[in-house]
Antibody, heavy 121, light 110 residues
Framework: EVQLVESGGGLVQPGGSLRLSCAAS????????MSWVRQAPGKGLEWVSG????????DYADSVKGRFTISRDNSENTLYLQMNNLRAEDTAVYYC??????????????WGQGTLVTVSS | QSVLTQAPSASGTPGQRVTISCSGSSSNIGSYSVNWFHQLPGTAPKLLIY???QRPSGVPDRFSGSKSGTSASLAISGLQSEDEADYYCAAWDDSLNGVVFGGGTMLTVL
């Protein structure tokens, strides 16, 4: 069974940084695109960023472009999200999700349990 | 405001058939596959339909998806109490170079 386990969430002050990790197992990690999707309290889903299977293609939502960086280590089967210059509106549960294809297309067939990021002073 | 438009709520009685709609544009639904997710309170979303009308293994055939032009629909037949959840549509958008989600539809089983 595919497993995605996020870690790295927590409380951070506005302007601070945080690095999320997502450990993947039980599938050939390098063959699939991965995405980060977030959900603010009481709100809907918002796609944040995606990366192709090789890591050569990355995409970002306008709301995080220039502040967040997605990356992956295919030798360690791990996905990352480096979040800098955090704002209160970045407060959300962050989900790691596996795409069904090599490139990000939105067919997110497996999701982690999520990790909460709270940006507050 | 979400790029894909969904009604915020829908409802039905047990056994009934309900439809949830998702409206987009030529840069997303009009050009790319639509995917549907459902989310129970306090849990992670789950893929329900991919590539417009394909069900992942384990998803009952009570759930079906369709697409026409720049709109898509999710139909649930034989409604059950456990279907009460939030439902989201999503698609790639080539104007934004990213995945866009609908705002979500909260389905209530009366």
């Amino acid at each position: 069974e595919v497993q995605l386990v996020e870690s790295g969430g927590g409380l951070v002050q506005p302007g601070g940084s945080l690095r999320l990790s997502c450990a993947a197992s039980e599938f050939t990690f390098k063959l699939y695109a991965m995405s980060w999707v977030r959900q603010a309290p009481g709100k809907g889903l918002e796609w944040v960023s995606g990366i192709s299977g090789s890591g050569g293609t990355t995409d970002y939502a306008d709301s995080v472009k220039g502040r967040f960086t997605i990356s992956r280590d295919n030798s360690e089967n791990t996905l990352y999200l480096q979040m800098n210059n955090l704002r209160a509106e970045d407060t959300a549960v962050y989900y790691c999700a596996k795409d069904g294809q090599w490139l990000v297309q939105g067919g997110l067939d497996y999701w982690g349990q999520g990790t909460l990021v709270t940006v507050s002073s | 405001q979400s790029v894909l438009t969904q009604a915020p709520s829908a409802s039905g009685t047990p056994g009934q058939r309900v439809t949830i709609s998702c409206s987009g544009s030529s840069s997303n639904i009009g050009s790319y596959s639509v995917n549907w997710f459902h989310q129970l309170p306090g849990t992670a979303p789950k893929l329900l339909i991919y590539s417009n009308n394909q069900r992942p293994s384990g998803v009952p055939d009570r759930f079906s998806g369709s697409k026409s032009g720049t709109s898509a629909s999710l139909a649930i037949s034989g409604l059950q109490s456990e279907d009460e959840a939030d439902y989201y549509c999503a698609a790639w958008d080539d104007s934004l170079n990213g995945v866009v989600f609908g705002g979500g539809t909260m389905l209530t089983v009366l």
